[in-house]
């Protein structure tokens, strides 16, 4: 995994004073390959709510991101208590690494 324990504690930090402590944070993509170089940080938070408005709680939480990792790019999928599975949660569920 290519994130330090300061970017991971700064990720979780944010994720759960945005959407509680009990959410779960996965890393995916390239990030989670030692071998690669570059690229952005790609995070799926499965959280128990149930979320009125995902996709501005997603860009909430990137943009924070962005800002106190001083202008890393991260993408931010959420999977609430209402989600669907779609593909890409399921590659990240399947592929990913706790953080």
Known sequence: MRLTAAIQQTIKTEVYKLLGPDSQIILFGSRI?????????????????????????????????YIRLGGWKVDVLIQDSHSNMEPIIQHAIDNGVAL
Request: with cysteine; net charge negative.
């Open 33 to 65: 390959d030692d071998n690669q170089k570059g690229g952005d940080i790609d995070l799926l938070v499965q959280t128990p709510q149930h979320l009125i408005n995902k996709i501005e709680m997603e860009c909430r939480l990137s943009a924070r991101l």
